[in-house]
Structure formats: C-alpha cells, structure tokens
DNA sequence: TTGAAAGCGCTAACAT
DNA sequence: ATGTTAGCGCTTTCAA
C-alpha cells in the first residue's frame, strides 16, 4: 500500500479510503488508485484491517457427522453462500478422536466474526470459550438444550416435519407406526419424535413405539432395523429420523429381512438426502428447507458483522414432505380416516 | 500482550519470546509468563503475528464435487489432521455457478501457507494468482495435465490401480469388460482407464470399450449404463472410474435391466466410499489409502509452512483392492487363465 | 537474559 | 478531499 502511494504520488490513507466504498474520496482519485492497484496486482490485506477493525470477516464453521450426507451438502451450500458474501469460511471437524473443543481455540484465536455450529453439539466449555472470545454463536439445524440467551438458532421446524410424516404415513394405511431415534440428545431427534408421536395420538393412533439406532448412520439404522423389524409384533411403519438412517433400515427390511416396502413396511426419512431420491431407495422424506436456511444464516452473520446483535431464540423454517415410493399407498387403497374413531 | 507485560513487570519482548520455544528466554521467567497468561486466558493473536512473519497458519482448502462423498471424507480427513498439526483450514467450495477464481482471490488475500486442491481442476488463471501471491499449491486426488514445476501432487497410483481392477475382473470371469468413465479431462480418468485397458490388452483380451458418463456422479453413472448395457452386445464387467458412477450403474443394472450382479455383470468401483461396504451395495472397489495421502500432505504442508520448498512432480501412493460381492465369481468357477492363449 | 525501539500493513482521528 | 499522525498486537533487530 505504501509502495502504491508513492507510485501515485498520494498519501497512504488516500489510497486506504479508496478502498472503502462508504470513505470520503473524489471519485477521479478512487478510480485511479483502483486501476493502478488491479495492474500492480495489489490486494489490501485483511489481516492487517482485522487487527484494528477486528473485522476478520472470517466465520468458523464447526463440523461434526460428516458421514451424514446432509452435512457436506449443507456445508457446500452454506461455504458458497458466504463466499458470495465476501466472508471466508474457517472449517473446524469434530470427530471421536478430535473434541471441536481443542480445534476451537486454535480457531477463536482468529477472530472469526462468528461461530457456525453444524451439528457440534458445543459443550458449555466451548460456548463458554466462545463467549470470552466474544464470538456469537449461530446454530444450523441442531441447537442445544439450553441455548444461551445471546445465541441463535435457525432450524427446520422438526415437530410441524414430524407431524407431517404422520399424517402421510397415516394416510398411507399405518396402524402401528414407529419412530426411529438416531442420536438420542439432539433437537432434532426429540422434536421430529415429539410431532410424530403428539399427531399419531391426536389421530386416535397408539402412541408409537420409539427405536433407539443411537447414532444418525447407516449403520445404526441397519442394526437397529435388524432387532425390531422381527417378529409378528413389527410396526407397519416407520419414521426414521433422517434419510441415512432410513437407508439402512430399507436395505436390512429388503435384503435381510426379505420384506417389501412399502406393502410390508412404510418408511419414511428425514432430509431429503441426494440418495432418498435414487430409484433403488425412493424414500419419501421430509425435505429440509436448505436454501432458506442458508440464505437466512448468511442474512444473520452480515448483521452480526455489521456490528448488530445476533436476535436469540430459535428460528424454525418450514419443510417440504416428498412423498416417493417407500410410502406409496398399496393397491391404491383410500385414505382410511374413518378408522380413526375406533 | 501489553497488559500482560505490565502485569508481569517484564517488557513486551520478553513476553513474546515466551511463546516462542526456540526463543532465548529464562526458563522461569517463561513458566511465568505461560502460566500467567493461563489464568488471564491471553492468547497471542495469530495475526498480528502473520503481518510480520508472513506465516498465517492457514491452509486454503479448494474443494468441488462435494456431490461425490469420497470428497468429504477426504476434507474431514485432512481438515482434522490440519487442526492436530495447528493449522486451521480455509474453505473454499467451487460449483457450476461458483466459480473457484473468484474465491480464490479472497483466500489468497489472507496469505495462506498453502492452497490445497481437492478436485477442483484450477484452471491456468487460478493457478497464475497463486503463483503471483507466491502461495504453492498441493495437489490431492487429481492433478492438472501441465503440472506446474514447483507444484506438487500426491494421488493414488491410478494405473496400477486400474491394472489391479483389470487382473480381478478377468479372474472372475470377464471376457468383455467395459470402463465406465466419469468426468473426461481428469487425470484420475485417464490413469485408471489406462492401466485398466492395458492390463486387459496384456491378458489377451481386446481394448475394453469407453463409455463415456460425462461427470462422476450417480445420475451419471445410470443413465450411461441404461443405454450401454441393453442388447446382446452388453459387455459382461464394468469398471466404473469411481464409486459413486457404479452405485448408479449397480442400481440401473438391477432394478430397470433386471440383471443379476454378479452372475449377469460383474461391477467394480474405485475410492472405496462408505456406500461401497453397505450390503445393498457391496461393491468391489480399489480403496483409496486416504489415511497416507493425507498423512503425506500435512507432512509436505509442514515442511513448506517452515520455509521449506515443495518436491515438484507427483507422489502415487498404491492403493488397496477390496473383494466384494458385486465381482464374486458366480458358481465358484475357477479363473479360466488359459483362454488367455485363444 | 532482557529491554528499547522500529516497524509489519493497515485504519482512524484530527488537521488542513 | 486529502495529508499527518498515532497506533492496532505483535516480532525483531540491536544494545545493554
């Protein structure tokens, strides 16, 4: 910058506020310094802004599950979306043998103007660091217990989602529907359950029967759907609480158990994944509102970054239902609501 | 750090050079320091500390076809072994309608040590910009046609790879194999298909024929084989370039061509994705050996981030091949290698 | 072994 | 509208 002054025989902060679109210059001046920095190949250094601004204009992304494939895609999506607005993304992973929390303070130490939390669940330690940091706290899809007053969350709205698959799978001919819980201690998991099971009461259904996969993985799914799909007692459909874990119920129903879906077993998932949507599992699912939640996140962080305080409290965005054909009603039965008075 | 000082009674200096290891300092004199700076929670400010060393700490990652799960393996991966070696990652995600360059620009900006391609093909621009910014570029999984001198690449051995996939198929049977190709102008492409063909050529059986999927994903991967695997002509194995091309050829082959895999088909994959172990799946595939990759790309990062100059040229680093149902030899036939003489 | 002082690339009053 | 000056948090000579 100095060097580009002196090339243009101005003084350095001539040549800073040229930079700044909202700084006092003559516009004759701006464009000058403009075109002489694209040829001399001169771009400002935020690093250096940063120290004094303390606009970094980085966000920290904290990453977990990335074997959900829901993850990467909201990651892709949300890493764009931010590029577009000029912030850079600073990717922390947490995985079984590496705790955010470590990762974390490598990454407050830059200053990100805020923290994207992915599926992390953030301990309180970590919120705690975050805190001193003076790093707000933005929450995609998950959001903890017990959110911090000053944090936010933007989710899909999981309970109106879980009453949604009710209603399809009710409709669908379910009698005896069932839940399947991935990770037990997530948002996610408890309201899809809690709107599930609240609509199948509501409709004069038993209260359905909640599987415990443990973990939100193909694997869990296929085990779990291996222990209770057996046995006259099985449920005639099952919502599971995303599409990876449906994925592996669906292939033990078909391969292991030699079930047919969906005359024998509805499934319904949650996400709408890419691979809900290949022929061979032809999930129906409810569709996530990834793009709104992107666009709303990116929306939060620019206020943040402009010096706004982040809104608390959590915001759930509506989802779509996807009926494909692991619901599709056999021999085109109709819709048997009657039967919701016995 | 200057609050730091005052409260210790020691000068600025002495504080930094606390935290520096290779730094002279008085044993004790930066046990209080440390120990001081624990309790007050000081971290020193990565960049501050970047404007003057020119070392950020920071590796930008480039990363497309988040489409295809091989890569956010591989971004977990790297990224938690990035943050184990004190490196924080920055995330750059190109798509149709994100180009890299753009991107790229802002990344550079904050002088990361290192630029990290995962599959983005970095056209001659993107490469000019880094080599103007004086950032060295690895490269991961694939590598441009004109490899830059100074650039490095660490990929798997693809030829043997494909020569690997070639010596199994033929011993499970296959008389007219076929290679099923993704993206066309990649390098991952053009290797696996040449030590795929050549072995087949070596062993006696004619060139295999090249389909042409157009890009590496499971959309792809179906719709070129509804069309290359009707009529009598079929050829009886595929080698698909990747594993998510054959998860859409298994699914084609089987549920709208009602072919049996194996007896009717053989399949083999390349990568190794999670998917390629689930049962529905179970496909044969070349397993990536991501583990060393990666372990051989942070060690290159470190090396570069001390000063040090990039090896040119590309590293291959075998891979592994790994049986699975979708190439056992049906009826136990055993591997008729003396038709090789016909 | 430590301190004083200069300076990294930039911004932000305050003057002019 | 532009220049001058001080300083962000840190490193790094150079002297002591």
Known sequence: MKDLARDLGMSVATVARAFHPEATVAAATRAAVLSRAEVLGYRSNPLARAIITRRTRIVGILLAEMDNPFYPEALARLTAALQEAGFNAMLVVASPGQPVEAALRLLLSYQPEIAVSLATSLG???AAACRAAGTPVLFLNRHPEDLAPDAMAIVCDNHR?????????IEAGARRPAFMAGQADT?????????????????GLPPPRHIHAGTFTYKAGHAAALSCLRGAERPDALFCCNDILAAGVLDAARRDLGLRVPEDLLIAGFDDIALAAWPSYDLSTLRQPLGRIVALAVEQIEHSARGGTLAGG????????IPRGS?????GDPAPEQEQTS
């Open 314 to 321: 959590i915001i759930r965005i509506p989802g779509e239902f």
């Open 187 to 203: 948002s996610t998991n408890a309201e899809r359950f809690a709107g599930f099971r609240d609509r199948c009461i509501k409709r």
């Open 124 to 126: 309180s330690e970590a």
């Open 327 to 331: 619901t599709a009603r056999p021999r």
């Open 161 to 169: 989602g879980g009453a949604r698959v009710a209603d399809h799978l």
